[in-house]
């Protein structure tokens, strides 16, 4: 089997500090290969280019996907664009990697998934928070009753002056900075999209479909500043959503300026009437699941938990974002050895839901009746 062509379509932080160092490594080049980068910023992609040693650069999605050593794109632009460029590369043949949501609503993801299926193409939609050994751990504890009967959880993200300062967008190949402002701004812009989504893909991994969402949602800080200039946001960045999974089963989930520590990014809380679960602890005390020595051993890694993705070996050990990384190659197994992957663009989609219903609720103060689902419990991994 010939290594997948794959195309990364724009050049921001999460490439340089995640995609490029780990599929450009050599222990991956036979399965996968990167042929070109797509950024509107020319000096960039090409400097990029030059320095992770991709044979060709774009900048517009026409050249790339006209590129016929092109099989497959990792979409990893503003998530308030990705729908209309995965559609695009979708209707040219390509296989496709959405970077967190692959859109903004229900029907635009509808559309993705039917637009896949009428030409046997494969989606991915990241992030697949259901891979993790510790979540598969958490499922099965809550299914044998080790808290008793689940009655709530609390999860989310915060998401403070994170994307503001990351230092990958100071200095870039080109030497152009990265704008950040699309963080702050509709559509796509907040951390529900962008962070929030983490928490909720692994929530309903664990406690399946959510069926009702209500929530109170705002804007509290309209004014940011990126290199000394001001940016005025216009999405809303304090959210709070109430889940109902149905039986009295509850859950809290919030996309906030300022939140709660989390154990692990993504992590999320289960109160049940006779213990808690909190992130890798139960009842205070860890608890076992495959790898869990080694997340003991890395002490100050937030990101070790995500460590533990199955792909995630030898070099990919120590590079950024391996949590993406792991969700190109599900599509990369997908494509070449027909493998599905458990990260589904359904339960994708009911992310999705969850975040545009909780806005509607907002906005009309009414609660909302989720209209997707998915497979729960997920096929076998």
Not at 175 to 203: E, V
Not at 310 to 330: A, R, T, W
Not at 372 to 379: I, L, S, V
């Amino acid at each position: 089997m010939s290594p997948i062509g794959l195309g990364i379509v724009g050049v921001g932080a999460v490439v340089l500090r995640g995609i490029l160092p780990h599929l450009t490594q050599p222990d991956v080049q036979d399965r996968v290969q990167v042929r070109a980068l797509l950024d509107p910023v020319e000096e960039r992609a090409k400097a990029a280019a030059e320095e992770y040693g991709v044979p060709a650069y774009y900048t517009t999605l026409d050249d790339l996907l006209a590129d016929d050593q092109v099989d497959a794109v990792t979409i990893a632009s503003p998530i308030g664009i990705h729908y209309e460029q995965g559609l695009r590369a979708l209707e040219a043949g390509k296989h496709v990697h959405f970077n967190k949501t692959m859109s903004t609503t229900v029907a635009e993801a509808d559309a993705l998934i039917e637009a896949a299926q009428q030409r046997g193409l494969r989606i991915v939609a990241s992030p697949g928070e259901i891979l993790l050994p510790q979540v598969t751990r958490v499922r099965e504890l809550i299914a044998e009753g080790a808290i008793g009967r689940v009655c709530w959880a609390l999860c989310g993200a915060a998401f403070g002056q994170y994307h503001e300062r990351e230092e990958e967008r100071l200095t870039p190949p080109g030497g152009r900075p990265i704008d950040p402002t699309w963080y702050f701004r509709n559509p796509g812009g907040g951390p529900m999209y962008d962070m929030t989504a983490y928490a909720l893909h692994r929530l309903t991994s664990v406690l399946g479909p959510a069926k009702r969402v209500t929530a109170f949602s705002g804007q509290a800080v309209a004014h940011r500043e990126f290199m000394g200039l001001g940016v005025d946001a216009t999405a809303d960045d304090n959210t709070i959503t109430i889940l109902d999974f149905g039986d009295s089963v509850y859950a809290v989930a919030y996309g906030t300026p300022a939140g709660l520590p989390a154990t692990e990014v993504g992590g999320v809380r289960y109160f049940g009437s006779a213990g808690t679960i909190d992130g890798m602890l139960l009842n205070g005390a860890p608890f076992d699941f495959p790898g869990r020595d080694f997340v003991d051993r890395s002490p100050g890694d937030f990101a070790a938990p995500k460590r533990l993705l199955p792909h995630i070996v030898g070099p990919h050990l120590k590079l950024g974002e391996p949590h993406v990384f792991e969700d190109i190659m599900q599509l990369v197994d997908w494509v070449r050895e027909d493998k599905p992957s458990p990260v589904t663009a359904e339960h994708a989609r009911h992310v999705i839901d969850i975040i545009e219903s909780a806005y509607r609720s907002a906005q009309t103060g009414e609660a909302q009746t989720l209209r997707t689902t998915f497979e729960h419990p997920p096929r076998a991994l």
